[in-house]
């Protein structure tokens, strides 16, 4: 009896873990060695086979999202031009291209992330600067001062990007797109932005030091990065943080919300923490800022929201999912391989307390960049009238895509994250569109003016 108890122990310890493998978004290569090797043109072959298989086999709605026959076309290119063995780097360059023909943000190939990392724990320096894209164009995002004692340089927030090491930045985001997911170009190419650092590495093979030119009003200036030197962004801009609260004027404050994808229990604790303060100050005017916000988890997007609500609400009105080998349970108990599986959303989320939860105008502001998690808490205040949305329409479309689950080609090991679920907003409403703001506000980077934050005020008075 005890040899049964221990068998069916490690039995079920060993279905647990291999349930959650897919769920691991950075997990080691079992064979690091694997990173220095080239692979077989037969074998590269085959993972571009297995990759779009098997996002075709867990995207909730493949055939409405990808472009099925600009797949294929892609697939007999890559093959043909993939002639002599590759390293995982090197076929990332071809393969990772497939990922914007799924036209979903949460369906792409990861880049080789354990050869970034490899780099950077050697001393390798990354591209150092937040960049912003605008109309295929990248401005600089924030201000930076290099700090040196025999130089002084500085970098202006706002400033156009001409080119990097030579590459121009137009063509810098316009390749750099295909290797995103994303339902539309514009959203791909703000993710390359958002992404820059590990994009400007795994596609252009940019690392370490940089020759920029950029323009700022009419000037335009060569400055040499390298790896020696260190820039600081300037004091008064926003702090690079998740969550940031500033009071702006007596009735007024800002909460930046960087990213959902951060700990539930430490996001509750800090967020109760600002609409404390929020409250002793007698804010009468909440501007909540998820423009950079590209989501995360949705128990934070959840647990903001109860700051805003007057009444109990719901996230999303129901959820479909597309069961795999992967997600359809311990034996298979939810269902078969490829079955669909719709489900009402009844889950009502109870409003905080009216001592804790802000009771005056909320502004959300929104943009291309704003994505997953970010998107559920756009369209929950939305369509629950919580807040004023705006800013500019969402990349992403207001029911999308969600759940991602991961897998790795045979071969080179590469990393693919694809989507299993589809979630509808919660009024209902099943138009495939963006999430488009009450008011439309048009962004001027090169001026460096926040013109969103300006309309604000407007609507303020």
Known sequence: ???????????IFLLGGCAQSH?????????????????SVSQLHQDIDAFVAGVQARHPDFDSYANQQAIQQSMQKLKQQIDQPLTRVEFFRYVGKLSHLFNDGHSFLIWPYQEYAAAVDAGIQPFPFAVKEQDGSLYLARDYNLVADNESKTLVSG???????????????AQGQHFVGGETQHLREAFVAARFPYILWAVFGMVGDFELVVQHETQVNSVDVNRDQQWQSQTGQVANTDLELQIREPNLAYLRVGSFDVDPEQFADDIADHFSTIKQQNIQH?????RDNTGGNTDTATELASYLAEAPFKLVSH???RLNEDNRGWFGYKGSAGDMIRTPWTDEVSPKSEARRFTGNVYVLIGPVTY?????????????EMAILVGEPTGGYANQTAQGNLFNLPHSQLRAYVATR?????NGATEVTPVVPDVMVQPDMASGSDTALTKIKELMQ
Do not use: Y
Request: hydrophobic fraction near 50%.
């Open 1 to 11: 009896m005890n040899t049964f108890k221990a068998i069916l122990f490690l039995t």
């Open 23 to 39: 769920l691991d978004i950075f997990p080691e290569l079992e064979d690091p060695s694997l990173m220095d090797r080239k692979i």
């Open 159 to 173: 400033s156009r990007i001409i080119s990097i090491n030579g590459v121009s930045a137009e063509q810098i985001i």
């Open 286 to 290: 909440l501007i909540i800022d998820i």
């Open 319 to 321: 959820v479909t999912e």
């Open 372 to 384: 997953s998690a970010a998107i559920v808490f756009a369209t929950t205040v939305q369509d629950n």
């Open 422 to 426: 589809l979630l509808v907003r919660p």
